[in-house]
């Protein structure tokens, strides 16, 4: 009957989670900086910026795309992806995306929202029951990792996933020495892994696990977004992986978007790189496999850091939501969903002037008086391995960097990246 029920969910999922548009946004294609309001001599900063930092060993390379207005003004690549082996970056190179990913998951979460199969408020143990009755850390030893707990008094919403207001935590990168103790302990799985385990053996380790705080009252990074990828596979009845490939690249074209690589694929994908004596080197580390996502048995599908892509692809991506929510004539999202996504949901949690909200770190009116940042409105994230991205509604604009570094420290060009990209309007 499970078995059933799993499959009628997934054949209702294929027929309504994408759905034609009265709307019919083009693809993103190449036009000149002139035509959409953007001056070509004031994009080439960008290119003497990223030169002067690979020349001055600050990063190995790089590569940027600017759309506008829905066209491509800007995609350009440099230095080097392997400096080892002499190999230079290609504009369609394959980037580890890593927390880019969570955007991704928390659209596919709101496509079955709109489909009606759940509200935002339910508690998440209504569909993941491991995660009934959550508890708070009371006491904790550092010597063997034993602690004791009291009841959090309040469930997860899946909400409180989305936003990182869920009191989870987030392992090996967390910034409390207590809890990457526990999740070690309980042989957690952050980011990915190249090992035969599932994202569903994970989810429910997790779930056992206390709570850095009690839900809502704080905003801790977290793996929420992995919780919620194995809820869209509860909630659809497929696997992640093939929900993303079916309901959003698919529609999109985002052809070089994977949790894992086809073979034909795997030469594109850049090199991690790390500094030593100031040579650029293969980064190595026992957190995880380098190696990821060519290699190991291809079985975790992390919704908060396993997706790999270009800059072409997550520019599909984001156009989308800037067209609000359609492209090429198909809808993923209504407009007014991508509108109340785009508000704040965590009030005054992450300070005056950062702002979250289901998805997206949000630019508010006091970080778009600091400059730089981009319009009031702006949505923004990156990954761990050095990538970044912003989305201007306002100036209907995008620009994404991404580079694939490892503890290097001194990397301006992001910050310097977005900057040069607003001062580029000529209209």
């Known amino acids: 009957m499970k078995k059933i029920l799993f499959l009628c969910l997934g054949i209702c999922s294929v027929a309504f989670a994408q759905t034609p548009s009265a709307q019919h946004s083009p693809f993103l294609t190449s036009a000149t900086p002139e035509s959409v309001g953007m001056s070509a001599e004031r994009l080439g900063r960008i290119d003497q910026m990223i030169e002067t930092a690979v020349a001055d060993n600050v990063i190995p390379g790089a590569v940027a795309i600017v759309c506008r207005n829905g066209k491509i003004v800007y995609q350009k690549a440099f230095g080097q992806s392997n400096v080892e082996a002499n190999k230079t970056f290609r504009t369609n190179d394959i980037f580890r995306i890593a927390s880019q990913s969570k955007a991704i ?43 004791t707990t009291l009841p959090a008094g309040r469930e997860i919403t899946v909400r409180q996933l989305i936003n990182h207001t869920s009191g989870l935590g987030y392992g090996v990168i967390d910034g409390d020495e207590r809890f990457k103790a526990i999740y070690k302990k309980a042989g957690i799985t952050d ?13 429910k380790k997790l ?3 206390p709570l850095h705080h009690v839900p809502g009252e704080a905003f801790v990074y977290s793996e929420g977004l992995d919780v919620l990828g194995y809820f869209i596979e509860v909630v659809s009845g497929m696997k992640l992986d093939k929900y993303f490939s079916e309901h959003i690249f698919k529609p999109l074209k985002m052809d070089d978007t994977f949790f894992y690589l086809p073979i034909a694929k795997e030469n594109r994908l850049v090199e991690i790189q790390t500094k030593k004596e100031d040579k650029w080197m293969p980064f190595t580390d026992d957190f995880y496999d380098v190696n990821y996502p060519k290699t190991g048995a291809k079985l975790f599908f992390s919704g908060g850091a396993g997706l790999s892509s270009t800059v072409k692809d997550y520019a599909t991506f984001l156009q989308m939501y800037l067209n609000k929510g359609e492209l090429n004539g198909i809808r993923l999202l209504s407009r007014k969903t991508i509108e109340f996504m785009l508000m704040n949901q965590v009030g005054d949690l992450r300070g005056d002037s950062d702002d979250f909200g289901l998805g997206y770190g949000l630019v508010n009116m006091a970080g778009a008086a600091k400059g730089g940042e981009g319009s009031e409105g702006t949505f923004i994230w990156g990954g761990y391995f050095n990538t970044q991205y912003f989305a201007d509604p306002k100036e209907n604009l995008i620009g994404i960097i991404m580079k694939q570094t490892q503890q290097i420290g001194g990397d301006y060009t992001s910050g310097m990246f977005k900057q040069l990209v607003s001062q580029a309007i000529d209209d």
């Open 105 to 147: 998951t928390t659209t596919a979460a709101m496509m079955l929202w709109e489909e009606g199969k759940f509200f935002l408020d339910d508690p998440i143990s209504k569909y993941i029951p491991e995660f009934k009755n959550p508890t708070l850390l009371k006491s904790f030893k550092m010597a063997d990792s034993s602690y």
């Open 191 to 203: 980011l990915f892994t190249t090992e035969p385990i599932t994202i569903e053996e994970s989810v």
């Open 207 to 209: 779930a056992k696990l």
